[in-house]
């Protein structure tokens, strides 16, 4: 199954900043996927990434806030814009194994967002 | 909306013991997939079911998808300090969809 290597791994952020965090897979994959966990709680799908198109975004959650990038099949960024400190979660991308999902999904380590 | 609920939310025991973990929806989905996550980490697949009345078994970990493919549960026998971790059931559909989570944590 692919490696996901996501980076970086932790962050402090002033209120009102952004943070990119980036996503690279060692194999070409069609979807990416970008979740949020927030502290204590599972995980909540925040945007399907296709490479070539736009973003498709969960109800919730909004472009302008969590702008994604798709520039080709192995990298994507997630930004979370204008920061408060309710954005404190750890941050994770995903990819399936190539068989539509049915045989699970590998994510990365995740990357735990501080909001100060 | 797809929810999917897990009970209990929070699990204590003593190693050796038995336990079981549920995963109910009111939606059916293609496959439910089982992750453990560890503080950390990212969460880590442990198994699908497809098939409804599916068991699967994974050395003291027993796995069922319900007949109707709504609902699973998770069954681990003479559980282990390293069985400690957050359990997570999940439904694929066009993409994933976490339940709500299981905390156990296992005591020597």
């Known amino acids: 199954s692919a490696v996901i290597s996501q980076k970086p791994s932790r962050d402090i952020c002033q209120r009102g900043t952004s943070l990119t965090i980036q996503c690279q897979v060692d194999s070409q994959v069609t979807m990416m996927f970008w979740y949020r966990q927030q502290p204590g709680q599972s995980l909540t799908l925040i945007a399907t990434?296709?490479?070539?198109?736009?973003?498709?975004?969960e109800s919730g959650f909004v472009i302008d806030k969590f702008p994604i990038s798709r520039p080709n099949l192995t990298f994507s960024t997630l930004t979370v814009s204008n920061m408060s400190p309710e954005d404190s979660s750890i941050y994770l991308c995903?990819?399936?194994?190539?068989?539509?999902?049915?045989?699970?999904?590998?994510f990365g380590s995740g990357t735990r967002l501080t909001v100060v | 909306t797809q929810l999917l609920e897990q009970s209990p939310q929070f699990l204590s025991i003593q190693e050796g013991e038995n336990l079981t973990v549920y995963c109910n929806s009111s939606?059916?989905?293609?496959?439910l997939q089982w992750y453990r996550q560890e503080p950390g980490e990212g969460p880590v697949l442990l198994v699908t079911v497809v098939t409804g009345g599916e068991v699967k078994k994974l050395k003291r970990l027993t796995f069922q998808f319900g007949d109707a493919r709504k609902d699973s549960s998770l069954h681990i026998t003479a559980a282990q300090p390293g069985d400690t971790g957050l359990y997570l059931c999940?439904?694929?559909?066009?993409?994933?969809?976490f339940g709500t989570g299981t905390r156990l944590q296992v005591f020597p």
């Open positions: 999940a439904g694929a559909t066009d993409k994933l969809i």
């Open positions: 990434a296709n490479q070539g198109s736009e973003a498709t975004y």
């Open positions: 995903s990819v399936d194994r190539g068989t539509g999902g049915e045989d699970g999904y590998t």
């Open positions: 939606s059916v989905f293609s496959s």
